[in-house]
Antibody, heavy 120, light 110 residues
Framework: EVQLVQSGAEVKKSGESLKISCKGSGYTFDTYWIAWVRQMPGKGLEWMGV????????RYTPSFEGQFTISADKSISTAYLQWSSLKASDTAIYFC?????????????WGQGTLVTVSP | QSALTQPASVSGSPGQSITISCTGT?????????VSWYQHHLGQVPKLIIYDVSNRPSGVSDRFSGSKSGNTASLSVSGLQVEDEADYYC??????????FGGGTKLTVL
């Protein structure tokens, strides 16, 4: 069974750094793209970026680029989303999701979400 | 980048059918067959219900169907059930910046 298990909720202050994780199991981790998706309070889903753990190729949505870093450690089947200096506007639920496979771009398996709360 | 355009809300009665549109451009929906749809109940994890415009993953009810015409993709739900009440999002590959979600549509089953 494919599973994505994300790290727990975080409460931080503006300016602090943070790294959240998404651990995959039940499949060959380094052969499927992993995406990160943001949902701000009361808002819709937003695409942030995606990584291919096999070679760490990473693609960011231009409007988000520079605001965070996506990485992966295939030796422990884990993808990461990290910030060097959080802002209050980073308060959101962050989901990781695994590519369905094949030529398309759809995501069938999702982590449970990580709530990040950043105080001003 | 601009999100794909979806109606903010749609509604229907149990047993009825509804359609949710997702409008993009000839750089995303119009250019690729990589449109997917997600059902998101509040407090839960998004669920893939349609991929590659019109395909259903295993286990998804055949009451859900997808299509595309030009720059607009559509999700249809037939035989509405109370449990269909949720937010629905389209997602498309784009030539310029990877992938982009629609703004989301709240489906209310009256």
């Amino acid at each position: 069974e494919v599973q994505l298990v994300q790290s727990g909720a975080e409460v931080k202050k503006s300016g602090e750094s943070l790294k959240i994780s998404c651990k995959g199991s039940g499949y060959t981790f380094d052969t499927y793209w992993i995406a990160w998706v943001r949902q701000m309070p009361g808002k819709g889903l937003e695409w942030m970026g995606v990584i291919y753990p096999g070679d760490s190729e990473t693609r960011y949505t231009p409007s988000f680029e520079g605001q965070f870093t996506i990485s992966a450690d295939k030796s422990i089947s884990t993808a990461y989303l990290q910030w060097s200096s959080l802002k209050a506007s980073d308060t959101a639920i962050y989901f990781c999701a695994r590519h369905r496979g094949g030529n398309g771009w759809s995501f069938e398996h999702w982590g449970q979400g990580t709530l990040v709360t950043v105080s001003p | 980048q601009s999100a794909l355009t979806q109606p903010a809300s749609v509604s229907g009665s149990p047993g009825q059918s509804i359609t949710i549109s997702c409008t993009g451009t000839n750089s995303d929906i119009g250019a690729y067959k990589y449109v997917s749809w997600y059902q998101h109940h509040l407090g839960q994890v998004p669920k893939l219900i349609i991929y590659d415009v019109s395909n259903r993953p295993s286990g998804v009810s055949d009451r859900f169907s997808g299509s595309k015409s030009g720059n607009t993709a559509s999700l249809s739900v037939s035989g509405l059930q109370v449990e269909d009440e949720a937010d629905y999002y389209c997602l498309s590959y784009t030539r310029t910046y990877g992938l982009v979600f629609g703004g989301g549509t709240k489906l209310t089953v009256l």
